[in-house]
């Protein structure tokens, strides 16, 4: 278990509830991360320390389903060749007219038994899902990897805090260099309750999406004219789908997203040699202050 929190909570929690976990013969091993607070350094820690061939990441508003590592090693054994499987959340709201506009511009949609990831940095997940697929991109939340490709790879350390796209970038980069080796499995069910709890504020999420999913483009996508075009038509299309929203559902919130969203993008045109460079010091310097 590797501790982010800046207080001593997780700790005193893990001390008193060793003997049970000792009992039923569950070992954990707990660090304190002592770096940045960041999901991408703590989670490269855990590998460092870690035994086993396979390592299983989760986040923390995650319900399993009995059978679900089970499930997960099923397709390893099935398919020897796979470095990566992720299971399926079965609780997603999944709305087909919000889906086709998203589509247009690019934006995240679901599409049955398919899954990739597009030039926009937004991602196609593959729901409903019937079968076993092979994808080209993996939730971190949900999913487990061979060792020795997370060892290699690694998840990307300048990204701090929100780290959003984190996984994206990591799953991409492997199937990159060895396509048709990751897999998504609908036997391995879960329920994820998102919760806003413990998360940044709506203003910082928005600015840290939008740099790191700018810096991540630059880093994972080939820069030709037609993946560049995708990229600014998807931040046009993110502002429209907001806006529609808001007419629908008009709220200050609503309105304040835009905003933030706009705020966002001159903020990262402003920096975009840097982040074209893959320097983000500018950046995170301010969400480690």
Same mark, same amino acid.
């Given at each position: ?47 460092? &320390?870690? +035994?086993? %061939?396979? $390592? =299983?990441?989760?986040?923390? #508003? *995650? ?47 679901? &599409?049955? +038994?398919? %899954?990739? $990831? =597009?030039?926009?940095?937004? #991602? *196609? ?165």
């Amino acid at each position: 278990m590797i501790d982010n929190a800046n207080n001593l909570d997780t700790e005193n929690l893990v001390h008193k509830e060793a003997n049970r976990f000792h009992g039923k013969h569950i070992h954990i091993e707990y660090i304190k991360n002592g770096k940045s607070n960041s999901a991408t350094i703590a989670r490269n820690i855990g590998v460092k &320390h870690s +035994n086993g %061939n396979f $390592l =299983l990441f989760l986040d923390d #508003d *995650v319900i399993l389903e009995n059978n679900f590592i089970g499930c997960i090693l099923d397709v390893f054994v099935k398919y020897p060749n796979a470095l990566g499987v992720q299971g399926y959340i079965i609780n997603k709201d999944t709305y087909r007219i919000y889906d086709y506009i998203r589509r247009i511009f690019f934006l995240s949609y679901s &599409h049955k +038994n398919f %899954n990739k $990831l =597009l030039p926009s940095m937004q #991602d *196609v997940h593959a729901d409903p899902l019937t079968k076993i697929i092979s994808c080209q991109w993996l939730m971190s939340g949900c999913t487990c990897y061979r060792k020795e490709i997370i060892q290699r790879f690694k998840f990307d350390e300048n990204l701090y805090k929100y780290c959003s796209g984190d996984d994206a970038d990591l799953s991409y980069r492997i199937y990159k260099e060895y396509p048709n080796t990751l897999y998504q499995t609908p036997f391995a069910r879960l329920i994820h309750n998102t919760s806003d709890a413990g998360r940044a504020p709506k203003k910082e999420r928005i600015f840290t999406s939008q740099v790191y999913h700018t810096y991540l483009f630059y880093k994972d996508i080939p820069q030709n004219y037609s993946n560049k075009l995708i990229f600014v038509w998807s931040r046009f299309g993110y502002i429209i789908t907001k806006i529609l929203f808001s007419i629908l559902k008009p709220s200050k919130n609503n309105f304040l997203t835009i905003y933030y969203l706009v705020s966002a993008y001159l903020f990262c045109f402003q920096n975009l040699k840097a982040l074209k460079r893959g320097e983000l010091d500018f950046y995170t310097k301010n969400l480690l202050s």
